[in-house]
């Protein structure tokens, strides 16, 4: 329930720290360790963003959000929900260094914006193609349309988008 800079924003307040950053975005849905890193130690923080980062979340099949998770309002669906074994099949081709579109509703910037602004405004924009790196990726658990997975990946990948991509790869939401 909280982002990175409002956890920033108490820390500062709760013990008057003036120089305070963090190593990584949280997503408020998301559960986990913000690294955070204050006074001279702020200068470590982009050696920390590069380490690889091992995730667990779970995808639900057949419904595709604005936001890519259950805040946002359903804008595609698909009575289509993949078998364990299909979904193993797919999942070889997202390990490497793969090209990912973030999500709209993310703390990317273009011209200086923050995109989940512009999209909370209407506006229209697209975000451009980066590249990530997947070290692993496999299956925790799957029962009828939910799968969890565990990736270990590099700086700046957005799950919610890896959760995307697989379900079109499998022709579903």
């Given at each position: 329930?909280?982002?990175?800079?409002?956890?920033?924003?108490?820390?500062?307040s709760?013990?008057?720290?003036k120089?305070?950053?963090?190593?990584?975005?949280?997503?408020?849905?998301?559960?986990?360790?913000l690294p955070?890193?204050?006074?001279?130690?702020?200068?470590?923080?982009?050696?920390?963003?590069?380490?690889?980062?091992?995730?667990?979340?779970?995808?639900?099949w057949?419904?595709e959000?604005?936001?890519?998770?259950?805040?946002?309002i359903?804008?595609?669906?698909?009575?289509?929900?993949?078998?364990?074994?299909?979904?193993?099949?797919?999942?070889?081709?997202?390990?490497?260094?793969?090209?990912?579109?973030?999500?709209?509703?993310?703390?990317?910037?273009?011209?200086?914006?923050?995109?989940?602004?512009l999209?909370?405004s209407?506006k229209?924009?697209e975000?451009?193609?980066?590249?990530?790196?997947?070290?692993n990726?496999?299956?925790?658990?799957h029962?009828?349309?939910?799968?969890?997975?565990?990736?270990?990946c590099?700086?700046?990948?957005y799950k919610?988008?890896l959760?995307?991509?697989?379900?079109?790869?499998?022709?579903?939401?």
């Open positions: 329930g909280f982002t990175s800079t409002y956890c920033l924003n108490v820390l500062k709760k013990f008057k720290i120089k305070l950053g963090h190593a990584g975005t949280l997503d408020p849905l998301a559960e986990g360790i955070v890193a204050t006074g001279e130690a702020t200068k470590s923080i982009p050696y920390l963003s590069e380490i690889e980062k091992i995730y667990f979340f779970e995808a639900t057949g419904q959000t604005s936001t890519l998770d259950s805040e946002g359903i804008v595609n669906s698909s009575d289509t929900i993949p078998e364990k074994k299909n979904i193993q099949k797919v999942l070889g081709s997202f390990i490497g260094t793969i090209d990912q579109v973030p999500p709209k509703y993310s703390a990317k910037k273009i011209n200086g914006e923050r995109c989940y602004n999209a909370r209407n229209d924009f975000l451009k193609s980066q590249k990530v790196e997947i070290k990726l496999k299956i925790i658990n029962s009828a349309n939910k799968t969890s997975f565990l990736v270990k590099g700086s700046g990948t919610r988008s959760v995307r991509d697989l379900a079109y790869s499998l022709n579903t939401f």
